[in-house]
């Protein structure tokens, strides 16, 4: 795909994960990314075949993001607690910022679709295994002093997607963010 191809794909998932995060995986129509992402139906489906490969598309990119992230960690570009703290920190923000939350609408595609199910439970799977790899990684530079790796990861994604399905029917203030951050942090202490 050439530089054009990919600046349309990236409009089109932007467009597409923005109207997920506000409405939801079903309430999306191809019709709604073609209005959202500037972008005629024929200019679309030569991308995109349908809403759910959008979206899977989304999750992948996501999980691209995180394994490189990790690699920068690997390689000491950055520190692992850095790392660790950036992405805390963005998906929590982004709790306060959406109405549905594309964590809520990651439920709705993998109850609505042929493959969903095991594209939800891959990202989760790569989302503990990031996770406890940069835990383990503070370990080893003494950043952290978590005994308990593969728990603390788990506990870590369980608060953040606890708090994503709940922040629809109570809400969510920056000082919960700010608190629950403060408690991770005392965790892998």
């Known amino acids: 795909m050439g530089a054009k191809g990919k600046a349309t794909d990236k409009r089109i998932l932007d467009a597409a994960e923005k109207l997920f995060s506000e409405r939801g995986f079903t309430a999306v129509t191809m019709k709604d990314i073609c209005a959202a992402s500037f972008i005629s139906r ?3 489906y ?3 075949s349908s809403t759910a490969i959008i979206f899977n598309s989304i999750i992948a990119r996501e999980q691209e993001r995180a394994y490189s992230a990790l690699k920068r960690a690997k390689d000491g570009e950055v520190s692992p ?19 549905f939350g594309i964590d ?5 595609f993998a109850a609505n679709t042929e493959n969903g199910r095991e594209i939800a439970t891959k990202r989760a799977e790569d ?4 996770i406890e790899e940069l835990i383990r990684m503070g370990n080893k530079s003494g950043v ?4 308990e790796v593969k728990a603390t990861a788990k506990q870590i994604c369980w608060i953040i997607e606890g708090m994503f399905k709940h922040s629809a029917i109570i809400p969510v203030t920056q000082k919960d963010v700010d608190n629950q951050i403060k408690l ?3 965790m892998l202490k």
């Open 42 to 44: 024929g200019g679309l």
């Open 46 to 48: 030569r991308h995109y």
């Open 81 to 99: 607690d850095k790392i660790l703290e950036v992405y805390l920190e963005h998906r929590m923000s982004r709790i306060l910022g959406e109405e």
């Open 104 to 108: 809520n609408a990651i439920t709705e």
């Open 127 to 130: 989302c503990l295994k990031v």
């Open 144 to 147: 952290y002093n978590c005994k």
């Open 184 to 186: 991770i942090n005392k």
